[in-house]
T-cell receptor
Framework: SAVISQKPSRDICQRGTSLTIQCQVD?????MFWYRQQPGQSLTLIAT?????????ESGFVIDKFPISRPNLTFSTLTVSNMSPEDSSIYLC???????????FGEGSWLTVV | DQQVKQNSPSLSVQEGRISILNCDYT??????FLWYKKYPAEGPTFLIS?????DKNEDGRFTVFLNKSAKHLSLHIVPSQPGDSAVYFC????????????FGKGTRLSVIA
């Protein structure tokens, strides 16, 4: 399995500000995914980030709110823009295993918007 | 429409007994199923998986059963240990379908010593 590191692990953010979450993988991967888990909810896919192309966003998520970068095969960032309390959530970076049928997750970034 | 359902939000089991976590799905195209375990404020950890061509997969104390006709799978943990207390997510995917994993809402398991 891949080792996935996320920063920050936890942050308290002011309403209206933006925060960028970084995800570093210890091996080259084609597909990286960004998930969100709001309190009491399931994991929800925000977008799929492939290196060299625009991220693909799921229904309900837009690039202006969650811009994503994927500059190389081991790194990605997710920015949560113009935050509101509803954005308080765990944000998780994940990658597809080499077998193609398992997703591995980072430790998550817990954001609280006040 | 929720394609993967975990109808029990929580479950309590005594240490040493069997824990059975259930999961139902609606999309018959799903052909691979996974269970993840999640502790608070941590990312989910892959636990065990099963292909739709099998009806059982076992790994130590963890066994997953798949009933395709009923579109139902279950995770058995035996014997249950206090360290198993966590939220367990069921997930499903169509292999090669270029679609993401679909997760259930999770079941919180509490193993009581």
């Amino acid at each position: 399995s891949a080792v996935i590191s996320q920063k920050p692990s936890r942050d308290i953010c002011q309403r209206g500000t933006s925060l960028t979450i970084q995800c570093q993988v210890d091996s080259q991967v084609t597909m990286m995914f960004w998930y969100r888990q709001q309190p009491g909810q399931s994991l929800t896919l925000i977008a799929t980030a492939n290196q060299g192309s625009e991220a693909t966003y799921e229904s309900g998520f837009v690039i202006d709110k969650f811009p994503i970068s994927r500059p190389n095969l081991t790194f990605s960032t997710l920015t949560v823009s113009n935050m509101s309390p509803e954005d308080s959530s765990i944000y998780l970076c994940s990658v597809q295993g080499h077998s193609g049928n398992t997703i591995y997750f980072g430790e998550g970034s817990w954001l609280t918007v006040v | 429409d929720q394609q993967v359902k975990q109808n029990s939000p929580s479950l309590s089991v005594q240490e040493g007994r069997i824990s059975i976590l259930n999961c139902d799905y609606t999309n018959s195209m799903f052909d691979y199923f996974l269970w993840y375990k999640k502790y608070p404020a941590e990312g989910p950890t892959f636990l065990i998986s099963i292909s739709s061509i099998k009806d059982k997969n076992e790994d130590g104390r963890f066994t997953v059963f798949l009933n395709k006709s009923a579109k139902h799978l279950s995770l058995h943990i035996v014997p249950s240990q206090p360290g198993d207390s966590a939220v367990y997510f069921c997930a499903a995917i169509i292999l090669g379908g270029n679609t993401p994993l679909v997760f259930g809402k999770g079941t919180r398991l509490s193993v009581i010593a």
